[in-house]
């Protein structure tokens, strides 16, 4: 396993890679953050101000801080999916994958080792992006005259680690669903194609006009429940325990699939 979490970690380290992966990562937290406090006003404490315009008094919570970057959390998780879906789908249309299990021949470790890789690549994209969201909204907020002291509380502080968390585990169960389309369908623009179409379009398809209880049992909006701590949707430990039980499922019928299948 440890010869395939550092070879994985070797070819995350290219140079395309990290400036796609940090650059797609970074750019959604810093766009939130910046329309989230340029578009804020300053209205009185019981109004809430107009769609897609912050209330200042919402903004000088202690969760203020994170406000915008919860709300983009679920792009942080479609950036993980395309990299692990391209990732594990890459070992197929390369041909690169017979060369690699001579190598790791137990194959279950050679998943293992992979995904743990790409898992601690993008726990460093989710730090950076919302520790430069976290900046840049420090240096934004006093010139629009917004007070950032609960910011730095011991309540601000938690919520900040806590978004972090929520942000981080959202990415790694987009992590499962990418790497299981991309070994089932083994082709990287099929895979992205497949897990893009249902995470977009599908499943709000089916809650909208099929089955408007799904938002509370299917994974998109439980994901969504997921990165903001709970919402009118789903508990968070509602959500957290359905995506378990998703994502252990996926790994079990996948790993059986991998170490069933030809090369």
Known sequence: ???SF???????????????GFGAGMFFPLLATIFTIEHAVNVPRPFVGNRGHVPFWILEQPN???HGVTDVSVLLGIVSLVIFATTFS???????LRNLLVR???RTHFLAGKFLAISAFMLAVVIVAIALSVALAFILAPGKGISTSAWTSSSGLNDLFQSVWHAYLATLFYGVFGAALGILLRSPAASIGVSLAYFIAIEAIIVGAIW???SNWLPDHLLNALVHGGNGDSTYYHALLMLSIYC???AAAI?????????
Do not use: C, H
């Open 90 to 96: 890459l070992e197929y249309s390369q041909g690169t």
């Open 1 to 3: 396993m440890w010869g």
């Open 6 to 20: 550092t070879s994985e970690l070797t070819k995350l380290a290219r140079r395309n890679i990290i400036l796609w």
């Open 248 to 250: 252990l499922a996926i």
């Open 212 to 214: 408007s209880g799904g």
């Open 104 to 106: 790791e021949p137990r």
């Open 64 to 66: 203020g801080l994170v």
């Open 255 to 263: 790993i059986t699939l991998f170490r069933r299948r030809d090369a």
